[in-house]
């Protein structure tokens, strides 16, 4: 599971977590403090406990830093995250974020930490201001079929540090629907009401079970003919 501080639903990813049946030791928990977590370490600290409380456990597979800039970054639109995120900032707040994050790690909250948005220069800096420091865990990144990032990719995979995708799907979903409507004219230029419907019953492969697949209403956008 993937959760962060920013995220208004991490509150409900606890909430299923503790209906849910699954052993703690058979989940992995990601989840993401905004911003670099800098200054003092039992602000930081009381943030972690109460990421915690909302996920309704004592502690996280994984622990990262969501992006290399201002805690209130994502505030604002595209500039101001932009402005909260400069390099000046980064240069003079990650180690002491990157400690307090390691600090973290020996109070329990986390399991491992590691960063997020960080391009091949912040990683770089990381390692030279915190020698002494393990390097990240991971770090997560936007990618999919058209920005593989495979610089960064190769950076991160030569010093150790895992890729996680995220939004790595979004392509692919995006053009599901349109090419579909490209390539299937037949249907399109049909009333909605006479095209092809899924069959009333079907069985599942996985369980040997009989479900019902069929559309349960007519279509709510019958102008797409």
Not at 22 to 45: A, C, F
Not at 67 to 81: F, I, K, L, N, T
Not at 131 to 149: M, R
Not at 191 to 220: E, F, I, K, V
């Amino acid at each position: 599971m993937d959760t962060a501080e920013l995220y208004s639903t991490t509150a409900a990813v606890g909430d299923a977590i503790t209906a849910c049946a699954v052993p703690r030791d058979e989940l992995w928990i990601t989840s993401k403090l905004k911003g670099l977590p800098s200054g003092p370490y039992e602000s930081v600290l009381a943030r972690a406990k109460a990421l915690l409380a909302d996920l309704k456990v004592d502690r996280v597979d994984l622990l990262l830093v969501h992006w290399p800039g201002r805690v209130h970054a994502m505030d604002g639109g595209p500039e101001a995250c932009m402005a909260a995120s400069d390099w000046a900032y980064f240069e003079a707040n990650v180690q002491q974020a990157w400690t307090n994050m390691h600090r973290l790690v020996e109070d329990g909250i986390a399991t491992r930490v590691g960063v997020s948005n960080f391009g091949v220069a912040h990683l770089a800096h990381l390692a030279t201001v915190c020698p002494s420091l393990p390097t990240p865990f991971a770090n997560q990144v936007f990618i999919d079929a058209v920005h593989p990032q495979h610089t960064l990719v190769d950076y991160c995979q030569a010093n150790g540090v895992a890729v996680m995708a995220y939004r790595s799907w979004r392509l692919c979903l995006c053009m599901a629907w349109p090419l579909a409507w490209v390539m299937a004219p037949p249907l399109r230029c049909k009333p909605w009401w006479q095209r092809p419907r899924l069959p009333t019953r079907t069985t599942s492969s996985c369980r040997g079970s009989t479900l019902d697949t069929s559309p349960p209403w007519p279509n709510p956008r019958p102008w797409n003919t």
